[in-house]
């Protein structure tokens, strides 16, 4: 079974470096060098154009796509992916959105529309968590442990609607006699990529779930997490890991990196999972691993490489592998022989470290050893 | 007295793909699938000059949202409006990917608010309200958008939403928000129309003298379903007080060139 390696692009803005926290690319900070803005007035570049060129750069570099997260402060994945959708020619738009936003008649509206621009290049991260006061600010009031039995009836009506001639009754959605119509039927559906960390999640995973997505934590943790999927799905999803890297030609430059922006880091700017977390399992899963941890930025390597000081220095979770090119790849092996069936990696600026990543980590990869 | 409007003319674009006619056999044909009708119509419309295009919500077609990001991606000042019913997202999920679409192509989107379907098409939407409740959840869709568009909080409570301590921040509150259009001539259409439209669209048939007196203050556009003796209806409409034309998007290039210049110089 080959393995998927996706690359996330930023929908948040990108920062120049891990060294200065200021989203300067994307049109989120004032003042940004590109694009967006020069000397104080609008170039004619968005958003879009910056990127346009990180989804080009990375399935030039080995990658089959990238993640598009969502939060209450980025740009849209379903604008972005749409944006995009023609100017591509084998990356694969992950989409990440929560079922209460969309009805799943328009969703599977929407995403036969892109299957057909894209040739079929459209996936689903479907996240049901976050929640707390961010979910209210979308306008969803459904409880955390309701919202993962509505991702289970969405995702059965989105696939009946997928199939044609579909009525339901349901708790959450009615549909009758819903389908698509000739123009955008007969499109192959969606890989679905399933996030989220609580036992509510873990069982609606098992039924919907091609790929199980977590953040990277530690291997024992990791492997916990698995092994707990696995206890609760008929048929186990594949696995997939969220993993931030910097990698550089040597180590002491990887860590040289890392502590310029230790020492520049705004002081409690550790952001979780981007946007406050509400009441996010993974969110409360990470902190919880740094809690013991002092002020030195090494001493966050709760592991050989694995650094749990990124949320630090840009918006995201916590983890994230650091080390030179050799350390870091064999540190994806590992995952790789853990049961990690794709990747999703990510490195800051999310342009220059897909070709960086893509020239030098991804050759050093060996796959399995077991 | 309603003067005379300068005409703007709007094509529909299509949402679904011709047929590309039959080759004699021995004609080596290499043409690739037409997969995209819309976008190539938008662009010609572009290059001659119209001022806008409208992707109707169209159960039978591709979905309007998605094609008119990439209707905006391909033009440059073609101004694009997205026809959806209030069912299809929540009012915060639809202005935050608007905002986003704003951004990418510098504020050029618009809504067409399609309000009053026909029941059965609705049922297969996943759209069960019927009669005057629908006018009143597109009030409610269309406050609670133009509400979370700015700096929050914004709090909300209704009958069919409800927000708390919503609102985008920056960059995302910067852009205009899409211009409003809706139609329909009940009196709970007009209604509606008076407190979020910035254009009231009529069809041809409406009683537009009964009818825009009840509508102050908006912009006036009309459906034109056949381009038959078209400056006739454009001048007659005008002095009326109809500044926008939705036309049908065949033959751009003959629309940009003929039709519009002759309109303005008439």
Known sequence: ?370 | MTHPATARFHVVLPTRSAAAPELPAFVTDVRPALTDPAGRSAVAADLAGLAGALVPFDPGGQESLAVAANVLRRTRHLRVVAGFHAAAATPVYAAKLSASLQRFAAGRLGWRLAVDLDPAAARAQGDFLTGPDRQARAGEFLTVAKGVWHDGPFDFKGDFYEVAAGGFGLPLSASPFPEVQLSGTSPEALALSRRHADVHVFAEGDDLDALVPELPGLRYGVHLTSLDHVLDHVAEYARRGVSEFFVPAEDVYHLGEHLKEQALAG
Do not use: C
Request: aromatic letters at 10%; hydrophobic letters at 35%.
């Open chain 1, 1 to 370: 079974m080959p393995v998927d390696i996706y690359w996330r692009i930023h929908m948040e803005g990108d920062q120049p470096s891990l060294r200065r926290r200021v989203r300067s690319r994307g049109g989120f900070a004032p003042g940004g060098t590109a694009p967006g803005t020069r000397d104080g007035r609008d170039d004619g570049y968005t958003h879009a154009d910056y990127m346009a060129e990180v989804a080009r750069a990375a399935e030039e570099s080995g990658f089959v796509g990238g993640l598009l997260p969502n939060f209450p402060h980025t740009d849209d994945p379903w604008a972005a992916a749409a944006t995009l959708a023609r100017e591509t020619t084998s990356y694969r738009f992950m989409v990440a959105f929560q079922p209460g936003f969309l009805h799943p008649v328009q969703a599977a509206r929407m995403t036969a529309t892109l299957q057909r621009a894209t040739g079929g290049r459209i996936v689903y991260n479907v996240i049901s968590g976050g929640g707390g006061p961010a979910q209210l600010w979308w306008g969803d009031k459904v409880d955390h442990d309701d919202r993962y039995a509505r991702t289970s009836e969405f995702l059965d009506v989105l696939k009946g609607v997928w199939q044609g001639g579909h009525t339901h009754h349901g708790r959450f959605y009615q549909v009758e006699d819903a389908g698509l119509p000739e123009e955008l039927a007969g499109q192959p559906f969606p890989e679905i990529f399933f996030s989220g960390s609580s036992p509510a999640a873990i069982d609606a995973a098992g039924r919907h779930a091609d790929y199980y997505l977590s953040w990277l934590e530690p291997f024992e943790a990791l492997a916990e997490k698995f092994d707990a999927v696995r206890a609760h799905s008929a048929t186990p999803p594949r696995f997939a890991v969220r993993v931030d890297l910097l990698a550089r030609e040597s180590e002491e430059e990887a860590w040289e990196e890392i502590r310029q922006g230790w020492q520049a880091r705004p002081r409690g700017g550790d952001s979780g999972g981007g946007s406050g977390g509400g009441d996010s399992v993974g969110v409360r899963r990470s902190r919880s691993f740094l809690a013991e941890a002092g002020d030195d930025p090494r001493a966050l390597e709760v592991a050989p490489n694995v650094w749990g000081g990124f949320g630090q220095l840009r918006d995201g979770p916590a983890f994230g592998l650091v080390g030179d090119y050799h350390q870091v790849a064999e540190r994806l092996d590992q995952f790789l022989d853990l049961g990690v069936d794709a990747f999703i990696l990510a490195g800051i600026p999310h342009l220059e470290e897909a070709r960086r990543v893509g020239r030098h980590v991804l050759p050093l990869l060996k796959g399995r050893t077991s």
